[in-house]
């Protein structure tokens, strides 16, 4: 069946630090893509999508690339901040589907 | 702004009892989710509607039910909750493309 898997955390960086957060996923077909945030006592937000293979979603300084040949989503950020601590999902919708599948979440701590 | 709102953000019940977590959203979505989230577990889908009296099963249905009698409101019930069942629930909703659903802030509930 399908699947996502995330790096386990917790990731812990300094201001300024690079963050990669590793998403591979395991479907049929071409998925859409998907990474979500969620910030302490909040629900999920939709941080950025790719529909189709070599898309690169990006938002707020965050990007992610659709590689079909190594069935990978990883999120990356230049230069990361204390308010980018959070929980974070990678997802996968195949094309049949409705509903996302998510990965177990990376928490991501940044520290001043 | 698509608007996601349960009706409570945290709950105590006793063991037996039978409990409602309603969800009601405001942009005509025809889809909507009950996911439940876990430490190391990240997020599971309960059941989904994608319309009117209609629902499907996710990956761990047993012990819940749902109920969705309009458009804008899906309700989980727990028949009779168990410790097991205390959890971290999320509602979700989105249209049929199944891009970039919307969460709402959760109901952590504890089940005594």
């Known amino acids: 069946g399908n699947s996502v898997t995330q790096m386990e955390g917790p990731v812990t960086l300094s201001e300024e630090a690079f963050l990669t957060i590793n998403c591979t996923y395991t479907a049929t077909g071409y998925p859409s893509l998907f990474w979500y945030v969620q910030y302490p006592g909040e629900g999920l937000q939709l941080l950025l999508k790719a529909t189709k293979a070599d898309d690169k979603g990006s938002n707020k300084g965050f990007e992610a690339t659709y590689r079909k040949e190594t069935t990978s989503f990883h999120l990356e950020k230049g230069s990361v901040q204390v308010s980018d601590s959070a929980v974070y999902f990678c997802?996968?919708?195949?094309?049949?589907?409705?509903?996302?599948?998510f990965g177990k979440g990376t928490t991501l701590s940044v520290s001043s | 702004d698509v608007k996601v709102t349960q009706s409570s953000r945290y709950l105590v019940k006793r063991t037996g009892e039978k409990v409602f977590l309603e969800c009601v959203q405001d942009m005509d979505h025809e889809n909507m989710f009950w996911y439940r989230q876990d430490p190391g577990l990240g997020l599971r889908l309960i059941y989904f509607s994608y319309d009117v009296k209609m629902k499907e099963k996710g990956d761990i249905p047993e012990g819940y039910s749902v109920s969705r009698e309009k458009k804008e409101r899906f309700s989980l019930i727990l028949e009779s909750a168990s410790t097991n069942q205390t959890s971290m629930y999320l509602c979700?909703?989105?249209?049929?493309?199944?891009?970039?659903?919307?969460f709402g802030s959760g109901t952590r509930l504890t089940v005594v």
């Open positions: 979700a909703s989105g249209p049929p493309a199944g891009y970039g659903y919307t």
């Open positions: 997802a996968l919708k195949d094309q049949a589907g409705t509903a996302l599948i």
